[in-house]
């Protein structure tokens, strides 16, 4: 079985703090993706990685960066946790053009 | 423009009847078709893939694409309350395996 987790299902932090959160997969997949799932904005693409050290843009990436320097390892970053950035965050991976697997979502909240 | 629509819902489908949801694409260049389930609270998961014109079964679920009208369909056959959940439709545009999500289809299966 293929297996994503999360570093927190749960995290509050404090506007303008560093926020790491953490995505580790099992499965030796090449791509690695974060979204982030709003109500009634549905589920957006933040970063996603297609190999070591290797990320691309997704559709709302401002206010965020990624780092990926295991092929297992991918961590989205806030450099300045804002309120609009409290969301559920989602964690994904898989073979190149194959379905993705996600992990079990962070719930984080910027207060 | 979103490239991925779907019907919000609720839908509302009795026990034991067929649920049929329907989700229409822009992009002629999508080639793959994911539908994924989720809980309220928890994270998708992949039901379906299908990557051809046609019909794909699995189990009750029956996934249908058909890429001259641009849409992607699912069935649930004999609709339990467990399949109660948001389902999204997901298609893919590119080798590296992006997917755009709609926005979700609210079922609720009543006894």
């Known amino acids: 079985d293929v297996k994503v987790t999360q570093s927190s299902r749960y995290l509050v932090k404090r506007t303008g703090e560093k926020v790491f959160l953490e995505c580790v997969q099992d499965?030796?997949?090449?791509?690695m993706f974060w979204y982030r799932q709003d109500p009634g904005l549905g589920l957006r693409l933040i970063y996603f990685?297609?190999?070591?050290?290797?990320?691309e843009k997704g559709d709302i990436p401002e206010g965020y960066s990624v780092s990926r320097e295991k092929k297992e390892r991918f961590s989205l970053i806030l450099e300045s946790a804002s309120t609009n950035q409290t969301s559920m965050y989602l964690c994904?991976?898989?073979?190149?053009?194959?379905?993705?697997?996600f992990g079990p979502g962070t719930r984080l909240t910027v207060t | 423009q979103k490239e991925v629509e779907q019907n919000s819902g609720p839908l509302s489908v009795p026990e034991g009847a067929i649920a049929s949801l329907n989700c229409t694409y822009s992009?002629?260049?999508?080639?793959?078709f994911f539908w994924y389930r989720q809980y309220s609270g928890k994270s998708p998961e992949l039901i379906m893939f299908?990557?051809?014109?046609g019909d794909k079964e699995d189990g009750r679920f029956t996934a249908q694409l058909n890429k001259a009208s641009q849409y992607v369909s699912l069935l649930i056959r004999d609709s339990q309350p467990s399949d109660s959940a948001t389902y999204l439709c997901?298609?893919?545009?590119?080798?590296?395996?992006?997917?755009?999500f709609g926005a979700g289809t609210q079922v609720v299966v009543t006894p």
């Open positions: 994904a991976s898989s073979s190149p053009g194959r379905e993705q697997y």
């Open positions: 499965m030796d997949h090449e791509n």
């Open positions: 990685s297609y190999d070591v050290k290797m990320k």
């Open positions: 992009d002629r260049g999508s080639q793959s």
């Open positions: 299908i990557y051809s014109n």
């Open positions: 997901a298609g893919s545009t590119d080798s590296w395996g992006k997917l755009q």
